[in-house]
């Protein structure tokens, strides 16, 4: 079943601006992924961030983790055409199993 | 280099006629996992294994099969593919018990008639 849904669905920004996309969940997670998908493409992971985490950065992207609120965010700065992809969150209540949101386009504009 | 292979990248088929997606991975990883993925929904999971000779349903497995004869390879079979299997294919890859960062395949693209 689908744990994660992304919000919004659909972004655009210019190229230099940030992005943000948020996720939401159900269950209780061990941790919490998110991948980047060229278009029609294989997914790519991008970060993980555990349960017991709040934040967490890698280059210019950076996770925060509210397990209270059952919600993660993701913010991608200063943002650049490579950029332009679908982002998934991914949630994994155990160690075998991952449960992916439909996903947030993201379009950077030059 | 590590990576996931997927063949075919693309097929067109017709209802009924049975066929095979393969799925191999080089990086010895215990976990592997089938997903479709259609517009809207993200990717839903079929299949997938903890291991040779060992697997199980996910979330929408009606209408396909797979085996795990050996740890590297994981192919996915429609016996008697409908329309509504049209879909893009993912294979994934994992190793257990480093938080399943899966490892995706470049994807096959169905198309049931």
């Known amino acids: 079943s689908q744990q994660g849904e992304e919000d919004p669905q659909a972004l655009s920004i210019q190229e230099g601006e940030n992005a943000t996309m948020n996720c939401s969940y159900k269950?209780?997670?061990?941790?919490l992924q998110w991948y980047r998908q060229n278009s029609g493409r294989g997914l790519v992971h991008l970060i993980l961030i555990r349960s017991n985490e709040r934040e967490k950065h890698s280059g210019r992207l950076r996770v925060t983790l509210d397990t209270s609120k059952k919600s993660s965010s993701l913010l991608i700065t200063a943002s650049r055409a490579a950029d332009t992809a679908s982002y998934f969150c991914a949630t994994a209540p155990n160690d075998y199993k991952l449960s992916f949101g439909a996903g947030t386009t993201v379009t950077v504009r030059a | 280099e590590a990576q996931v292979t997927q063949n075919p990248r693309y097929l067109i088929t017709v209802t009924g006629k049975k066929l095979t997606v393969t799925c191999s991975q080089n990086?010895?990883?215990?976990?592997m996992s089938w997903y479709r993925q259609d517009p809207g929904l993200g990717l839903r999971q079929i299949y997938y294994?903890?291991?040779?000779?060992?697997?199980d349903k996910g979330d929408v497995p009606e209408g396909y099969k797979v085996s795990r004869k050996e740890k590297r390879n994981f192919p996915l079979i429609l016996e008697s593919p409908s329309p509504n299997q049209t879909s893009l294919y993912f294979c994934a890859s994992s190793r257990l018990g480093r938080e399943n960062i899966q490892y995706f395949g470049a994807g096959t693209r169905l198309s049931v008639l």
């Open positions: 269950t209780s997670i061990n941790n």
């Open positions: 294994s903890m291991n040779v000779e060992v697997t």
């Open positions: 990086m010895n990883h215990e976990y």
